[in-house]
């Protein structure tokens, strides 16, 4: 149990162009899910965390304008990188959980993002 | 301020020899404490959790860690590492805003 996945895995793209990440949860519903930037050799960077049916939060530093989070559903949320350039190149990972306050997050596989 | 240190940016053991992968945590709580695996170019796997049931807390593949809260520690241990288990290891803490706070890492070498 506790599953989740996320689409694509890898994905090169032009400068400038937008693109969307989705992160789903398989086997549960998650009220909470979260979006981690990891560059490498690093640990995760938390970028926002976005709760079902509301706005999400973003941490200080991350543009809210350029990376666009949608959790329109208990088992899906995404992430738009707009308008991509070479310095947002790097793997993305969310996570999920249940309830959000103190229960386990669960990660997806990841995406690495290329913007040539 | 919640803080999560690991000791280790690196730790190399021998096949078959005991793993030990620190961590250090700061909370002027009860913390919720995970330790996380990460395969290269792969999502993070949960290893164990401590949420303040019993203090020895046994996870998967062979790995434990023990929480002390007199050393605000939460070091975690293997009796004798395999070469799957090269990888690299992440300590993380959470607590009452649901964001995980995750250690710098601890990236585990095992050598034939």
């Known amino acids: 149990g506790a599953v989740v996945s996320q689409h694509p895995s890898r994905v090169i793209c032009k400068s400038g162009t937008s693109v969307k990440i989705e992160c789903r949860s398989l086997d549960f519903q998650a009220t909470t899910m979260f979006w981690y930037r990891q560059f490498p050799k690093q640990s995760l960077m938390l970028m926002a965390t976005s709760n079902e049916g509301s706005k999400a939060t973003y941490e200080q530093g991350v543009e809210k304008d350029k990376f666009l989070i949608n959790h329109a559903s208990l088992t899906l949320s995404t992430l738009t990188v707009t308008s991509a350039h070479p310095e947002d190149s790097s793997f993305y990972i969310c996570s999920a959980s249940s309830s959000g306050l103190t229960d386990t997050q669960y990660f997806g596989p990841g995406t690495r993002l290329t913007v040539l | 301020a919640q803080s999560v240190t690991q000791l280790d940016s690196h730790v190399s053991v021998s096949e078959g020899t005991p793993v030990l992968l620190r961590c250090n945590y700061s909370?002027?709580?009860?913390?919720?404490l995970f330790w996380y695996v990460q395969h290269p170019n792969k999502g993070l796997q949960l290893l164990l959790k401590y949420t303040s049931a019993a203090t020895l807390v046994k996870g998967i593949n062979g790995f434990e860690a023990e929480f002390k809260k007199s050393e605000t520690s939460f070091h975690l241990t293997k009796p004798s590492a395999h070469m799957s288990d090269a990888a690299e290891y992440f300590c993380s803490g959470g607590g009452n805003t649901g964001k995980l706070i995750f250690g710098q890492g601890t990236t585990l070498q095992v050598k034939p």
């Open positions: 909370s002027s709580y009860s913390p919720s």
